[in-house]
């Protein structure tokens, strides 16, 4: 049952407990009030508790409020003690009518009631009855609105959660999927510029099952927002040691790891981040950089925690470089894999309160620097 739902329930029991806790105190003559409160319990089953699809309808929603304001209005007259179910009676305006309309079925329950108890009458005989009225329309309608508020507010957390959620599903399905099937694809280009070495053919095409055979795995792993594998087995620096030995022996490009630092346990949020940045550094090192040997060297601080990927390749030209990322370059073009990539590794750096920052001259290669503050 979701969260609706429950809240429907409440108001229906509410609803019931004070049409039928009356019935048990009040008059002895009561075969009338029974009868009336029955007829109330009756058409509210029929057109509120079952027409939940129809709520919020201006017609008939209105009328089935007004029929059941009247009974309302009935039952008071007959016994006094049914002047505690206007508390059952409150939500429904919220609940049947839509926008404004709420408000206003709200101020003609309260003034019905109010009239109905004999307050109209002695307003006539002491003006001040009259701040109670107000009062009492001014309460339902502020409650209203401040239901109204929280629902909002509930319904743009949820739509913000999803948002979230489809952007952490994109940033993984790009780390996963999109990398392995570039590496696929690389592995089987190698395997047809084989020609007839059919050793090396078979190692290409054995290369392409193992990747494919990963990012399928790596893909579910993400769905199920659980830890990527590298991380499973090892400590973080050993992790990206061996994402750098495997992207080497796939794409042929010469790779060093280096540890500066004692290493030491980070949080899982941002040993996360630090690996698909090394491994995002690294497919855009093998698309777009031409370079013969890249270079990551992970480093612990006192307070930070940094990974730099250094690759000696063809570089960019920095002059739209801001300082905080690619301005119009190799990475930051939206139609280019690489410009979302770097996109979404700086979303993931700023969750743990990270930054990412890329310097680059043409000839000169690009040196590309996720910084986490940790303690």
Known sequence: MDEGARWYRAFHVLFYACLTVPALTGREDRTLTWAVAAAMGLYYWLFVVRGKDRFERLHPMAWHLAVLIALMALLIVLDPAYETLIFGMLPLPYLLLPGRWAYGGAAALVTTAFTASGGLAEITRDPSRAASLLGGIALAVLMG???????????????????????????????????????????????????????????????????????????????????????????????????????????????????????????????????????????????????????????YMDGEVTLDVLDDGTGFDGAGFDGAGFDGTRFDDPGREGGYGLAVMRERAARVGGAVTVESARGEGTALCVSIPCA
């Open 145 to 299: 609105w401040f239901a109204n508020f929280l629902v909002k507010a509930g319904e743009r957390n949820r739509e913000l959660g999803v948002l979230e959620e489809r952007t952490r599903l994109a940033g993984e399905i790009h780390d996963t999927l999109a990398q392995g099937f570039s590496g696929v694809i690389t592995q089987l280009e190698a395997a047809e510029q084989a020609g007839d070495d059919l050793a090396a053919v078979r190692e290409r095409i054995a290369g392409a099952k193992r990747l494919a055979r990963e990012s399928l795995a790596e893909a579910r792993r993400s769905v199920h927002q659980l830890r990527p594998e590298p991380l499973r087995r090892e400590r973080l620096d050993l992790a990206l040691a061996g994402v750098a030995r495997r992207w080497s022996a796939e794409s042929g490009i010469r790779a060093r790891m280096a540890v500066s630092g004692p290493p030491r346990p980070l949080a899982p949020e941002v040993e996360v981040v630090l690996l698909r940045a090394a491994q995002e550094g690294l497919a855009n090192v093998a698309r777009h950089a031409r370079a013969a040997s890249v270079a990551l060297t992970l480093t």
